[in-house]
């Protein structure tokens, strides 16, 4: 058991039809340097195959790395597999699950929703771009393929070298006709930005290889002392285009703006937290969005986030300030 | 030479069709020298005569195809069904007709529990009897509003539990969450389903629970429970076999006073198919009289009454989407065709009629690539097949393995919601199974419904719901067919039917010893006709009477 008020350990699913990419993209997200620890539960150890001067240990159904990263096998049961993981000593910063193929990611970020130690983070669903519209009309798995892309927060669509880019448009517009405005990131052999999918520091190397192909996003920041509406702060969140892939950040309300709000968006779901009281932190609210090159320009994105932050001078807020001089 | 001894019954129904009746037994070695008149037996030599079972009947021990030895696990926990159902010691858990009978059975067994703020954790609730009313917070508060409560719902897919497991998982109106749910003002009920239901039954039993339901003790309760209802031979269909358990398994059945044959099935798919065939063989290689490994089995589709079954078209009557994969199609054929390859039989959970489809292509498949006779890979459930689906096991050598307690325990259900009459009607088609040709079996699944061969063949002859209903009359056997299928019918899906499964020389001495005749009562009384207890290997196994 973590200490009572422990901050919640993001909890990401990976989801997608056998032969997608969840295994390439693991592996990447496994042994990249991010500094990050993360635990991966995999179906078998039989399809990740991890660079074994990374392996320190490995036992039974887990394998340690190097890196601090753990990747451990869910054999008969993901609860009894994640409630264990949840009382190892080790701290994560990150658990990460991958779907077996044919199951409903959504359903399994559900547990995201039900315990504490862990935040929902996001559903990620990896897609074949050369065969994901065959896998879809299938008879038998037609309806599995289409509920998983219809869970998604987050779409990879993988194996985009594979399809003119006409066709790749097509895709992404079907894509979105099942899964709603939902951000779509194309890739090859499942290389993508990995910090944005997994919300990591901007800026870390996340290249054990370095190759020069880096995955292109971008990040920007919004910073501003006054307290934010929260229907204005909303709004602006439901309305950003697909190609923002998270959001993070600390947010000052006028409606509590005594209160530490924590803001966490990924693809197209967002939730915000109370975090209690300010303490003697600065008074500024901070956001960070990361998207890929298409998202929106930074001057839009000021102008849109200004909206929800006209000032506001009430006696709520003026008093919680006071407060904190006293 | 080890001692002979001669049985003398009222009667002895061998399902030998060369031989079908006597009046006597002989026994050597724990196998059977022959059936006959005391005359005819008299040949064998020297002998005791043993007429202790001279007022009842002996049928081959009973064979339950499809049954798990988590039964013996839930039974540490106590029981809320609706149903009678007796335990391993043979007392009766009386059926609890409504919540309020929950409630208070749940008080009674709080109260006799340590005031350590542990978790009460039942089983085998069922509200599908109680008109519509649902268990809610409020109910389950009244057992305790400061010890978690977690009720487990008879198909171990859906649960209650009380306000305090809700306040330290932090779940209310603010949850949004598909498996948590919310009455009409959107507030939780206190009812969780699938996968928040089951990370939750683990939590709140802590991450011991799949361990405590599978330990040594837990095979006992099995065996118990099974020798209690004329088993001798039953399977433990669906186990990952760790080593614990294959320690735990082992011990066991080395003991003498062990009551039953247990065949644990190992579950495909949760170790990478390079390495099975190899580790199964391994096991095979422990085999002993009463512990069989060989046996695969592959988990396809979901429950039909769970809506997660996977139906071909029309799917569900009420409009349902269509169930879940467990594995996908292309997983099962490979998984198949690597054991099929290796040699082992594979029985396949198929409830859906696409489930049985997509294993019986994968059938085909297997059989394509590398032709086997006497395979004898078995479909088990199948409950929705059609006649063309029979048509197609008998032509592929597959085996099946009906239902047939589903009629019973949820044969209103599907006929007013999930199948709909039509296929309501043919489901569990025993009768289509008979007259294709298709080698068939009948089971329980326990725990999802008790262990029982003599209600599971009541249910196939019969046919009735649990509100009376008669669901299909076209599908009923008789009785002499059903009793051939929960004896030599499922000895022949688990491939020991040299072994046992009739009462006939040279097989092992195994008998259900019953205090009627089945072949004479009427059968609609079938499934109340008395276990004395069994034999096995010549061994006497009384059951423990009943309270
Ligand atoms: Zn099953
Ligand atoms: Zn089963």
């Known amino acids: 058991m973590p200490e009572p008020g422990a901050t919640p350990i993001p909890f990401t699913v990976i989801g997608g039809f056998l032969g997608a990419g969840k295994t390439t993209l693991l592996n990447r997200l496994l042994v990249a340097p991010h500094g990050r620890r993360f635990a991966v539960l995999v179906n078998d150890f039989g399809s990740v195959d991890i660079d074994g001067r990374l392996i320190v240990a490995h036992g039974g159904d887990t394998i340690a790395l190097a890196n601090g990263c753990l990747c451990c096998s869910i054999g008969d049961s993901l609860a009894t597999t994640l409630l264990d993981l949840l009382e190892r000593p080790d701290r994560f910063d990150h658990v990460v699950v991958e779907a077996s193929g044919v199951a409903d990611p959504g359903r399994i970020a559900d547990i995201g929703g039900i315990e504490p130690r862990l935040s929902r983070d996001g559903v990620i669903v990896v897609v074949d771009a050369a065969d994901v519209r065959a896998r879809a009309a299938d008879r038998y798995v037609g309806d599995t393929v289409l509920r998983q892309i219809a869970a998604a927060d987050l779409l990879v669509l993988n194996k985009r070298d594979l399809v003119e880019d006409a066709e790749a448009t097509t895709l992404k517009t079907w894509l979105e006709g099942i899964a709603g405005a939902v951000a779509v990131v194309e890739a090859r052999h499942a290389d993508v930005p990995l910090a944005a999918l997994f919300g990591l520091p901007p800026g870390a190397d996340l290249h054990p290889a370095a190759p020069a192909c880096e995955p292109a996003f971008r990040t920007w920041t919004f910073a501003t002392p006054h307290p934010l509406s929260r229907e204005g702060l909303v709004a602006v969140l439901d309305a950003l285009p697909s190609p923002v892939l998270r959001a993070k950040g600390f947010v000052r309300f006028a409606d509590s703006p005594g209160r530490r709000a924590l803001l966490q968006r990924v693809g197209r779901r967002s939730r915000l937290d109370d975090e209690g009281a300010w303490g003697l932190g600065r008074l500024v609210s901070e956001i960070v969005v990361i998207g890929t090159p298409d998202m929106p320009s930074d001057a839009d994105l000021a102008a849109r986030f200004e909206t929800a932050a006209r000032p506001v001078v009430d006696a709520a807020v003026l008093s919680a300030t006071l407060d904190r001089t006293r | ?547």
């Open chain 2, 1 to 547: 030479m080890s001692r002979t001894v001669i049985y003398r019954a009222r009667r002895i129904v061998t399902m030998n069709p060369g031989n079908p009746f006597a009046t006597h037994v002989a026994v050597r070695e724990g196998r059977i020298l022959g059936a006959g008149s005391l005359e005819q037996l008299a040949g064998w030599g020297a002998h005791d005569l043993d007429e202790r079972f001279a007022d009842k009947v002996l049928l081959p021990g009973f064979v339950e195809g499809h049954s798990h030895a988590f039964e013996g696990g839930v039974w540490q926990f106590p029981y809320l069904g609706y149903f009678d159902r007796a335990g391993p010691d043979g007392t009766i858990s009386r059926g609890l007709r409504n919540i309020e009978e929950v409630v208070a059975r749940l008080r009674e067994v709080e109260k006799a529990m340590p005031r350590d703020g542990s978790t009460l954790l039942a089983w085998g609730f069922d509200p599908i009897y109680f008109g519509g009313r649902r268990m809610d917070l409020s109910d389950l508060d009244k057992v305790s509003t400061d010890r978690p409560v977690v009720v487990i719902h008879s198909n171990f897919h859906v649960l209650n539990a009380n306000t305090p497991v809700f306040r330290k998982a932090g779940i209310d109106r603010s949850t949004n969450v598909h498996g948590v749910v919310k009455d009409a003002t959107g507030e939780p009920t206190g009812e969780l389903q699938e996968m928040t239901a089951k990370f939750m039954a683990y939590k709140a039993a802590g991450v011991q629970l799949a361990s405590l339901l599978s330990d040594n003790e837990a095979v006992w309760r099995f065996a118990r429970v099974a020798q209690l209802a004329g088993v001798t031979t039953a399977t433990d269909l669906h186990n990952e076999l760790p080593q614990s358990t294959v320690d735990g398994y082992l011990e066991a059945s080395a003991r003498e006073d062990f009551p039953i044959r247990l065949l644990p099935a190992f579950a495909a798919g949760l170790v990478p198919l390079a390495e099975v065939p190899d580790r199964l063989a391994g096991l095979v290689k422990r085999n002993n009289e009463k512990l069989r490994f060989g046996l695969v089995k592959i988990v396809t589709d979901g429950s039909i009454q769970g809506l997660s079954a996977r139906m071909r078209w029309p799917g569900y009557y009420d409009g349902t989407p269509n169930g879940v994969w467990n594995v996908g199609p292309d997983e099962i054929d490979r998984t198949l065709l690597a054991y099929h390859r290796a040699g082992f039989q594979v029985h396949v959970h198929t409830n859906g009629d696409e489930a049985s489809e997509v294993a019986l292509n994968a059938i085909e498949k297997a059989l394509a690539a590398a032709p086997r006779w006497d395979h004898r890979h078995t479909l088990q459930h199948c409950q929705m097949a059609d006649a063309s689906q029979f048509r197609r096991m008998k032509a592929l050598g597959a085996c099946v393995n009906l239902f047939a307690n589903h009629l019973y325990y949820w044969g209103d259900v599907h006929y007013e919601k999930t199948l709909g009459p039509e296929r309501a009607e043919r489901m569990d088609a025993c009768a289509t199974a008979l007259a294709t040709g298709v080698p068939f079996a009948i089971h329980c699944d326990a725990p999802v419904t008790p262990i029982g061969p003599l209600f599971t063949a009541w249910c196939a002859v019969n046919r009735l719901t649990a509100s009376g209903r008669t669901l299909g009359e076209a599908e009923k056997i008789g009785v002499a067919d059903a009793l051939r299928a929960i004896t030599l019918g499922a000895a022949w899906t688990l491939k020991l039917d040299d072994e046992i499964g009739s009462i006939e020389t040279g097989k092992r001495a195994d008998f259900a010893v019953l205090d009627d005749d089945p072949l004479t009562v009427d059968p609609t009384r079938l499934k109340d006709v008395g276990v004395w207890g069994t034999v096995l290997g010549g061994r006497v196994f009384e059951a423990p009477r009943r309270a």
